[in-house]
């Protein structure tokens, strides 16, 4: 494996540490209002982490055509999941 796809690929672990930790403490108990809005921002958060592994396993599937574009992808949706989580590794 490439350097580039070994390094996204400790990102995208590190992410998903991330995320399950805000999983956790967002299913911590609460106000039902409080849990309903915190359960909706974990579902985007999943949404959009799901995003950016669908991405990686597309360029890890690709061949040498049209890689530029699905890294350029990846990037804008590991970009969107780091600020919407409000994490920078």
Do not use: C, H, N
Request: aromatic share 8%.
């Amino acid at each position: 494996m490439d350097p580039y796809m070994t390094k996204t690929e400790g990102v995208l672990r590190q992410g998903r540490a991330k995320l399950d930790g805000l999983s956790v403490r967002m299913r911590a108990a609460a106000p039902a209002f409080s849990a309903l809005v915190r359960r909706r921002k974990l579902m985007s958060f999943e949404a959009r982490f799901a995003e950016v592994s669908r991405r990686f396993e597309l360029l890890r599937a690709a061949g040498t055509e049209g890689v530029a574009d699905l890294k350029v992808g990846l990037e804008k949706a590991l970009d969107a999941f780091q600020s919407e989580i409000g994490w920078k590794p």
